[in-house]
């Protein structure tokens, strides 16, 4: 049981950083990741980078309901909230 919410919380993990890199190379003015996200955090829109890739979660997290993998489910809603607490303290933090 705690194995399967292990697998949900790492998939949900992987898929924010994916949704990230995602982010970045559509929103991001150059190949180099490290300058978009070191422009992104000096004019204040690191969060919303952030906040798009926790957004592939909700197709994961949709599909193991479907899959009725309610157990890998909760592990990717674990992994959702803890990208929130992460987004909002960085927020609130500069």
């Known amino acids: 049981m705690k194995k399967e919410i292990l697998i949900g919380f790492l998939i949900g ?5 994916f949704g990230f ?6 929103f991001g003015n ?11 955090i ?5 969060t ?9 979660n ?3 997290f949709f599909l193991f309901l479907k899959k009725n993998k309610d157990q890998r489910a ?3 809603l674990i992994s959702t ?6 987004t909002m303290a960085i927020k609130f933090l500069n």
């Not at 150059?30 to 992104?40: A, F, K, N, Q, T």
């Not at 000096?42 to 690191?46: E, H, P």
């Not at 919303?48 to 592939?56: E, P, T």
């Open 42 to 46: 000096n004019q204040g829109f690191f």
């Open 74 to 76: 909760k592990g990717v």
């Open 30 to 40: 150059s190949s180099d990741w490290g300058l978009v996200v070191e422009r992104s």
């Open 81 to 86: 909230i803890l990208m929130l607490i992460i």
């Open 48 to 56: 919303k980078l952030m906040s798009i890739g926790a957004a592939l």
């Open 58 to 60: 909700l197709g994961v």
């Open 13 to 17: 993990v992987v898929a924010s950083v």
């Open 21 to 26: 890199i995602f982010g970045i190379q559509i």
